[in-house]
């Protein structure tokens, strides 16, 4: 069974503080740490589970610049047995169709069985690339999977429905599943992991080699761009408690005696 | 003359009230026409209440749509939407939202905004507001110019729902063909178990969040929680980590709840988290970010750490109480 995995790398933001940059479309990414976005990395295991349990080959993907190779070394440490780096400046300013292609025309010119990827990524959050991924490839999807086996050559996912409701549907293979957190509990990847990976070569592929018109993708393809980022207004918002942790938690204490808490 | 389409999302069978947000947002963008779609089994009976609010409603009623399949309705929908050629298809940014959107955005070449909080302008092109990096920072996103249209999908509260104006909207039966998705079948629906608690009728929730760090930290919330009659509840984080279970879990993808008092500690206070606290909770937020989104919905906020926060909190409620 060959399982390729679209991988992104993202700063982690979930306990900062966020700023806008000066060009007024990105954050400032001084002394942000990167990483592997987390939805992409139960995405990683899912493949290497199914791998272990019926055989075959995982291959991580990933589109960016230099700096992207290392969620690639990441998913190699993790036990993925081939990563592919697309990397060319054509691909910069790409919108969600735009990563969807780039990723179509690699994924299309290899043998595989099942896409796998995050359904989201923590940083823009469009959550587009899965559905459009599988649109182009013309294979059935699902998303929000919550759990994902093969069984008798079909693979048999539960995904999210709302209202913490799940669905189970069986998908005819090849097939996209776009992953929820929490599916599994991804291994853990030591530095001495990274380490043993870090000679393995992986191959760069550009538009060219993947016989992609440069306008087709980046800026020049974009349908949808980013004009600007703010920060949220206000609004009313909470009333924030002042002083020093014992003051706010004394204010705190009298607020829950008002609204009937004690 | 602009003429929009809304797709109606179904919840347990009833008409989820997105439509209504939708059919407003889409009259706001332009829409001197719009259309409502509405896919299931049985389900002729809502274009009544659809007919009210939408110009025209077009019902495929079908045992193929019994169960809702991104994959069928892609399938049904892309020769519809290039029938009808709607200059914008609006769906609910929710999970049944997002199974399709994507497809018909490739299938009809047309652009794909998502998740959007807010539609500023929409002439030949769209400029819209979204959330990214986790409700941190909003986006101002534009769709250019597009001769095929635009699909759009709005998140649910967003945007005013419509009242009904007794549109009088005309009703269509349409045709669905046979053998519509091949490659993806429904097998069954599963409710995830009950658990030994249930969030949903306490009083007083205290939630956690990814700010707890490691498992064992829980032991500080529920001392916190056991000196205040309170229940344990959490965000998706948590679950996801197996430190508690799924019927802990607030939130869209998770359980709603509705307390009188929600005490969200190390809880960043995403939308998704936030669509399950119903019922005007009174609402204290603990967290160490002071830009976390949380506070802006809560009605008191702390900006400290939890692991010194949490302990002082629970000494001093315990001498309040005597």
Request: glycine share 12%.
């Amino acid at each position: 069974m060959d399982i390729i995995v679209c991988v992104k790398r993202v700063p982690d933001t979930a306990e900062l503080e966020v700023e806008i940059d000066r060009s007024g479309t990105g954050i400032e990414e001084r002394d942000l740490a990167y990483g592997i976005n987390e939805w992409d990395n139960f995405a990683i295991e899912a493949a290497l589970a199914l791998k272990e349990e019926h055989g075959g080959k995982v291959t991580a993907v990933t589109i960016g610049g230099e700096d992207d190779e290392e969620v690639l070394r990441r998913a190699l440490a993790m036990g993925a047995d081939e990563a592919l780096h697309l990397m060319d400046s054509a691909f910069d300013g790409s919108d969600a169709q735009g990563i969807a292609t780039i990723l179509h025309k690699a994924i299309s010119a290899r043998p595989f069985d099942l896409v796998l990827t995050g359904a989201v990524s923590s940083d823009r959050s469009s959550g587009q690339v899965g559905g459009m991924l599988a649109a182009m490839l013309g294979i059935p999807q699902v998303v929000l999977a919550t759990d994902l086996k093969i069984e008798n050559g079909k693979a048999v996912v539960a995904h999210e429905v709302e209202g913490g409701l799940e669905r189970v549907v069986e998908l005819d293979l090849p097939a996209m599943v776009s992953v929820q957190t929490g599916l599994n509990e991804p291994r853990y990847v030591s530095i001495r992991g990274i380490r043993k990976v870090s000679s393995m070569e992986i191959p760069v592929q550009g538009a060219g080699d993947l016989g992609l018109d440069a306008v087709a993708v980046g800026e020049a393809g974009a349908m949808v761009t980013v004009e600007e980022l703010f920060l949220p207004p206000k609004g009313e918002g909470a009333e924030m408690l002042e002083g020093d942790d014992e003051e706010m938690v004394e204010q705190l204490v009298a607020k829950l005696r008002e609204q009937g808490g004690l | 003359m602009a003429n929009h389409m809304v797709i109606v999302e179904l919840a347990g069978g009833e008409i989820d009230d997105s439509a209504f947000e939708l059919a407003q947002a889409a009259r706001a963008a332009g829409g001197d026409s719009v259309a409502a779609v509405v896919l299931g089994k049985d389900v002729a009976g809502h274009a009544e209440a659809l007919a009210d609010t939408f110009d025209a409603v077009h019902v495929f009623d079908d045992a193929q749509l019994e169960v809702f399949d991104g994959e069928v309705a892609a399938a049904l929908l892309v020769p519809f939407i290039e029938r009808t050629a709607p200059a914008l298809v609006l769906l609910p940014h929710t999970n049944n939202g997002m199974d399709l959107a994507p497809a018909l955005a490739v299938k009809l070449g047309r652009s794909l905004l998502t998740d959007l909080i807010a539609i500023e302008s929409a002439e030949n092109e769209i400029t819209a507001v979204r959330t990214m990096y986790g409700g941190k920072a909003h986006a101002r996103v534009k769709a250019k110019p597009n001769d095929k249209g635009h699909v759009l999908t709005l998140r649910p509260g967003s945007f005013t729902a419509a009242e009904s104006p007794g549109a009088g909207g005309s009703v269509q039966a349409e045709v669905v063909p046979a053998g519509l998705g091949a490659g993806r079948r429904y097998v069954e629906s599963v409710t995830p178990d009950a658990g030994d608690v249930d969030i949903t009728q306490a009083e007083i929730l205290v939630a956690v969040g990814r700010g707890i760090e490691e498992k064992e930290n829980l032991e500080i919330i529920d001392s916190l929680a056991e000196v205040l009659g309170a229940t344990v509840a959490c965000s998706r984080p948590v679950v996801d980590k197996n430190w508690l279970p799924k019927s802990r879990q607030i939130g869209t993808s998770g359980l709603s709840v509705k307390p009188k008092i929600y005490i969200a500690v190390g809880i960043s206070g995403s939308f998704q988290h936030m669509g399950g606290v119903k019922g005007g909770a009174y609402i204290i937020a603990i967290n160490k970010d002071p830009a976390a989104p949380i506070f802006g919905v809560a009605d008191v906020g702390i900006v400290g750490d939890l692991f010194d926060i949490v302990p002082i909190l629970e000494e001093k409620i315990d001498e309040a109480k005597g």
